[in-house]
């Protein structure tokens, strides 16, 4: 385990100070309020600047993120985001500004989140929009309570959600929190919705059903080729369709939700439009909406009214916050920077990342079962099921690509999928790039019929060797002792 900060501390190691002031802390003392004065002194280590730096530095080293090398994990659209947007986002006259500020002298951050607005309300297709979601599964939970409050004013009590089996973990979830039971539908032979299968519930449950949740293309990277005739049905049976738009990359410029007759939408800013992630936040799904939800959304959204800009808090029957004041407004930023920069070229997102998805399935098909490998865009899912029996499990090869210096791809889902290993590029990787992570699958699969210990003890490379997952997932220790 790495040394914490605190074990390389030592009295009187920190007696060089940048800037030492000519003010010295007795003579401010009093006007600091005497409740609010420390009585013991704060239990910081006592460290050289040096030695604080080279504890960073080295900390950061033993990280690995998309600055560092291709990071292909499967639905989470881990790509390259553009440094100018953080540079913008960083800049003080945004990191300063007050959520309690007035109206009036907030105009350019405003203009910036209804401008934001008006281009995700171009790109999907749908009327409206509330920024305020925090991240995808949230923007699920904001899209099923509005929902659930529309079919409650209609008089309706739908309590059922459809959800095919390759759907996202948060599908179930944010279904379940939002007070609805979910049905799961198997996938066709080829990866698809069976059409035949949703008639045949839509038959037995109608007037019970509220809305069915699509990915598409699905987390198989297959588009769902009968979504019209979906949309024809569930419209018809009087119930809602939601489009879990978090992987937006795979159409973004090519097809938008609302003309396959989508009612309700998020999108994952973090994904798609440029704010890093994967360290936890913070992250953005925005939900959008055809006009007869608007007045469902959360709260606040921004209006406009001839010049001015101004925080809309009265829609009648919105389903109120979903958080403090606005959303996350930094990660707004990044994605309206982001827009702007790549101008009428949205389109060339998606093509850039379904050729490199589809050139690596192509390569990678000759080392690994792809069981539903027609027409995937934006990513595919492998399987290692033909190496298990050698100690090639999708985990195993995982942690020996770790030792590669590569991230490994998602593993063990969709979980319709055995050995599932899940790989998108993104679009934001060089061929350079995409046929030195098939070389470092080649080298592996080697290693699984010569030498497949290498794989049972993999990482022995990285920082952390092979965690027990299961007892981390059980017993999570999340400080040292
Ligand atoms: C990532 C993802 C989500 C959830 O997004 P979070 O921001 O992690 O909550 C939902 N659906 C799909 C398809 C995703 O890839």
Redesign the pocket.
């Known amino acids: 385990m790495a040394d914490t900060i605190f074990s390389g501390s030592g009295k009187g190691r920190n007696r060089y100070r940048a800037g030492d002031s000519s003010i010295q802390y007795k003579d401010i003392r009093h006007l600091v309020p005497k409740q609010l004065l420390r009585t013991e002194t704060a239990g910081l280590p006592h460290l050289s600047e040096s030695e604080v730096v080279r504890h960073f530095t080295s900390m950061a080293r033993k990280n690995y993120g998309v600055d560092d090398g291709i990071y292909p994990l499967g639905?989470?659209?881990m790509k390259y985001n553009p440094k100018i947007n953080e540079r913008i986002a960083g800049h003080p006259s945004f990191l300063r500004i007050h959520p309690y500020q007035r109206e009036s002298d907030v105009q350019g951050t405003l203009k910036v989140m209804f401008e934001l607005g008006e281009m995700l309300k171009q790109i999907t297709g749908l009327d409206a929009v509330s920024l305020q979601p925090s991240?995808?599964?949230?923007?699920?939970f904001a899209g099923l309570l509005m929902a659930r409050k529309y079919y409650d004013l209609k008089g309706e009590s739908r309590k059922l959600v459809i959800i095919p089996d390759s759907?996202?973990g948060?599908?179930f979830s944010s279904a379940s929190m939002a007070g609805f039971e979910v049905i799961e539908v198997r996938s066709k032979r080829d990866g698809t919705i069976d059409l035949d299968l949703l008639q045949e519930i839509v038959g037995k449950h109608a007037a019970d059903i509220a809305l069915v949740m699509i990915?598409n293309p699905n987390?198989l990277g297959i588009f769902e080729r009968d979504i019209l005739a979906i949309s024809d049905l569930m419209h018809k049976n009087g119930s809602l369709q939601y489009y879990?738009g978090?992987?937006l990359n795979a159409i973004i410029g090519a097809a938008r939700p609302g003309d396959m007759g989508f009612d309700i939408v998020?999108l994952?800013l973090?994904?798609t439009f440029s704010a890093p992630?994967g360290g936890g936040g913070p992250?953005a799904?925005p939900v959008l909406v055809r006009d007869y939800l608007k007045g469902f959304l959360p709260l606040p959204v921004i209006g406009k009214e001839g010049e001015r800009y101004y925080l809309d808090e009265d829609a009648e029957n919105t389903i109120g916050r979903m958080k403090s004041f606005y959303g996350n407004f930094s990660v707004c930023l990044k994605a309206y920077c982001y827009l702007l920069s790549v101008g009428d070229r949205l389109k060339d997102i998606s093509i850039d990342a379904n050729l490199n998805a589809n050139y690596l399935k192509k390569k990678l098909g000759r080392l690994f079962d792809i069981p539903y490998g027609k027409n995937t865009m934006h990513e595919f899912v492998m399987s290692a099921r033909k190496y298990r029996e050698q100690g090639g499990t999708a985990l195993n090869i995982a942690k020996r690509l770790i030792d590669y210096g590569i991230h490994p791809p998602t593993v063990y889902f969709p979980a319709i999928v055995e050995e599932a290993m899940m790989v998108e590029p993104t679009e934001t990787e060089s061929i350079e790039s995409l046929d030195k992570l098939v070389d470092t699958f080649k080298c592996i699969v080697k290693e699984i019929k010569t030498d497949s210990r290498l794989l049972e003890d993999a990482p022995s490379e990285a920082h952390v060797k092979r965690v027990d997952e299961l007892r981390a997932l059980k017993e999570p220790v999340l400080k040292e002792s």
């Open positions: 639905s989470c659209t991240a995808g599964a949230h923007g699920e759907a996202h948060t599908n990915t987390t879990d978090a992987n998020h994952n973090h994904k992630h992250g799904g």
